[in-house]
T-cell receptor, first 111, second 116 residues
Framework: GIQVEQSPPDLILQEGANSTLRCNFS?????LQWFHQNPWGQLINLFY?????KQNGRLSATTVATERYSLLYISSSQTTDSGVYFC?????????????WGLGTSLAVNP | NAGVTQTPKFQVLKTGQSMTLQCAQD?????MSWYRQDPGMGLRLIHY???????DQGEVPNGYNVSRSTTEDFPLRLLSAAPSQTSVYFC???????????????FGQGTRLTVV
């Protein structure tokens, strides 16, 4: 089945720094989403981005479907950005609608 | 608009007990699913449903039952709880492909379950 790999697994930033998180996937997808899991465990939708580029405030994401990767950019990081960032994809193959998840990037932003 | 509502948020069970995790959505989503999240393993699909009256198994269905009598509700039943079912459970919903809208998934707040 499809493999989803996220990098880096862990990241420590000083407040105000920028970062790029990467998600590679091994097959064609119908859907790709980025989520932020905050320290309280809530999964927060960041982007629904099967292709192209989107921006929302200090966050932006780009998916290059033909090359099977997506990038999440965090600019001017804040302590509230801490948590785990997940990439999840819906494979194009098959009828099963499940999302396949990467293992996440654990981000800590220090004041 | 409440989105996806999961209850309870926390639960402790004894081995062998049964319980039902509730999930409701008010977005007219046909597709609903249950995941469990374990450390170091990401989220894994337990069961899913593409509409009322239709359910199917995901990756890790053993020990769990679901039903979908209405579009809004998708409860998850643990038949006889085991320590291996200690996990965080998430319910999710989205439009289905047949609804012709984007299939962005929305998640409930999660249920932290401990089986002792």
């Amino acid at each position: 089945g499809i493999q989803v790999e996220q990098s880096p697994p862990d990241l420590i930033l000083q407040e105000g720094a920028n970062s790029t998180l990467r998600c590679n996937f091994s097959d064609s997808v119908n859907n790709l989403q980025w989520f932020h899991q905050n320290p309280w465990g809530q999964l927060i939708n960041l982007f629904y981005i099967p292709s192209g580029t989107k921006q929302n405030g200090r966050l932006s994401a780009t998916t290059v479907a033909t090359e099977r990767y997506s990038l999440l950019y965090i600019s001017s990081s804040q302590t509230t950005d801490s948590g785990v960032y997940f990439c999840a994809v819906e494979p194009r193959a098959g009828n099963n609608r499940k999302l396949i998840w990467g293992l996440g990037t654990s981000l800590a932003v220090n004041p | 608009n409440a989105g996806v509502t999961q209850t309870p948020k926390f639960q402790v069970l004894k081995t062998g007990q049964s319980m039902t995790l509730q999930c409701a959505q008010d977005m007219n989503h046909e597709y609903m699913s249950w995941y469990r999240q374990d450390p170091g393993m990401g989220l894994r699909l337990i069961h899913y449903s593409v509409g009322a009256g239709i359910t199917d198994q995901g990756e890790v269905p053993n020990g769990y039952n679901v039903s979908r009598s209405t579009t809004e509700d998708f409860p998850l039943r643990l038949l006889s709880a085991a320590p291996s079912q200690t996990s965080v459970y998430f319910c999710a919903s989205s439009y289905s492909r047949s609804q012709g809208l984007n299939t962005e998934a929305f998640f409930g707040q999660g249920t932290r379950l401990t089986v002792v």
